[in-house]
T-cell receptor, first 115, second 117 residues
Framework: GDSVTQMEGPVTLSEEAFLTINCTYT??????LFWYVQYPGEGLQLLLK?????DKGSNKGFEATYRKETTSFHLEKGSVQVSDSAVYFC??????????????FGKGTHLIIQP | DTAVSQTPKYLVTQMGNDKSIKCEQN?????MYWYKQDSKKFLKIMFS???????INETVPNRFSPKSPDKAHLNLHINSLELGDSAVYFC????????????????FGSGTQLSVL
């Protein structure tokens, strides 16, 4: 079955540091890939997505590139801020299963940015 | 207007009780979901309904019973609550069952934090 593996947290960085959160996946079809973010006390929000190989998703300074050869979708940001502190989820949607399958999520990575 | 709303936001109850969590979406979506997020932040799909019809029922104890009175509502009823049921439960909806790219049209509620004492 489909699965998503992302690096264990918490990840603690200083403000303005470079961020990488690793994500790898296994899927039977040609999945779409997503990063979701959960700020403290809030629900999940879609951060960015990529629907095919070599696509780059970007939003709010975050980027992730769909790498089919390494089955990865690592999240990066050049300079993090305290307001980026949240839990980040990598997820996939296997298009062969149709939208009703929802998403397969990784376990989440708690990011803590210190001033 | 909130797109996907679920109530209550917090639910504290004793073991053995029966409780319900309600979810409503005003987006006109056909498909709704329940996800469980455990204490380690791991999200797992529990149920998926399309137009009031159950589509996905993952390995979830039968103490959990979803009810969809209409396609805008998907309620979750839990019987005989156990300590291990403590988690945050998220309702979500998407435009259609075969939306192709799935998650980009997945809208989440703000979650219900269930604590079983």
């Amino acid at each position: 079955g489909d699965s998503v593996t992302q690096m264990e947290g918490p990840v603690t960085l200083s403000e303005e540091a470079f961020l990488t959160i690793n994500c790898t996946y296994t899927a039977t079809g040609y999945p779409s890939l997503f990063w979701y973010v959960q700020y403290p006390g809030e629900g999940l929000q879609l951060l960015l997505k990529a629907t095919k190989a070599d696509d780059k998703g970007s939003n709010k300074g975050f980027e992730a590139t769909y790498r089919k050869e390494t089955t990865s979708f690592h999240l990066e940001k050049g300079s993090v801020q305290v307001s980026d502190s949240a839990v980040y989820f990598c997820a996939l949607s296997d298009q062969s299963g149709g939208g009703a399958d929802g998403l397969t999520f990784g376990k989440g990575t708690h990011l803590i940015i210190q001033p | 207007d909130t797109a996907v709303s679920q109530t209550p936001k917090y639910l504290v109850t004793q073991m053995g009780n029966d409780k319900s969590i309600k979810c409503e979406q005003n987006l006109g979506h056909d498909t709704m979901y329940w996800y469980k997020q455990d204490s380690k932040k791991f999200l797992k799909i529990m149920f998926s309904y399309n137009n009031k019809e159950l589509i996905i029922n993952e390995t979830v104890p039968n103490r959990f019973s979803p009810k969809s009175p209409d396609k805008a509502h998907l309620n979750l009823h839990i019987n005989s609550l156990e300590l291990g049921d403590s988690a945050v439960y998220f309702c979500a909806s998407s435009l259609a069952m075969f939306s192709g790219t799935g998650g980009e049209k997945l809208f989440f509620g703000s979650g219900t934090q269930l604590s079983v004492l």
